[in-house]
DNA sequence: ACTATATTTCTAGAATTATCGAAATGGAAT
DNA sequence: ATTCCATTTCGATAATTCTAGAAATATAGT
């Protein structure tokens, strides 16, 4: 996870539609949700939601896999930890050390 | 905080140069930057880096204090944990769980 | 082939966001 | 008051993103 994978992931979840999407995904486990039922939760156009799934998948975010007719999607695992550590550990390491300006670059 | 306020700064962290100044300013530690030591290191234009701080201030992702002529700015203390925390406990919890798609809602 | 269901792609307009120069503001020094 | 420095606000333009209806695609059943 790098400062360009972590913006795009950050950019993706920046969007409340997508987060409640994401959300509901992570919530829903390992087997996830299908795209109908995740418009049934939401209720929002199935064009639209398209669009945001697919803006999630593109960030590496979910996942989606065909089982016949239905696209069920699911949290890709591990992505929000590597998220959340690029986060604390890029991000926030030695917040609360006596580093001064010099020290950053 | 809440789902809304999650995105607003995921949203904000979403972008690129924002990311970058958020991420030197958490490495600044408690002293932070002025906006002009910012602009040195990023090389943006004055009026587009204060854009894009008051988005972060706007967040409350990071804070300004000012001294005579010059901005400081640092980042808000606990503002990162809470949204780490979000992610972690209001989206990721049970993610090993057997859960399956009834579960959600 | 036809029908139905699930989902995506196409398309276009609306809304938002990014960019940056010019001008304005806030504060310090003479 | 004037000048200088640091930063913001204004304003205009370019670029991106959001939204959603219509059409298209994929799969399954008859």
């Known amino acids: 996870m790098d400062i360009d994978h972590a913006a795009k992931c950050l950019s993706e979840l920046g969007n409340p539609t997508r987060l409640a999407i ?17 418009q049934k939760r939401l209720n929002v156009p199935a064009s639209t939601l398209s669009h945001h799934i697919s803006h ?3 960030a590496g975010l979910i996942v989606q896999e065909r089982d016949g007719r239905t696209l069920h999607c699911h949290t890709q695992p591990g992505v929000m930890d590597d998220l959340v550590g690029f986060l604390m550990d890029e991000c926030c ?12 670059g």
């Open 22 to 38: 994401f959300r509901l995904l992570v919530r829903a486990g390992a087997t996830g949700l299908t795209v109908g039922g995740i």
């Open 93 to 104: 390491k030695g917040f609360d050390a006596d580093s001064d300006a010099s020290r950053a």
């Open 56 to 58: 999630l998948v593109w």
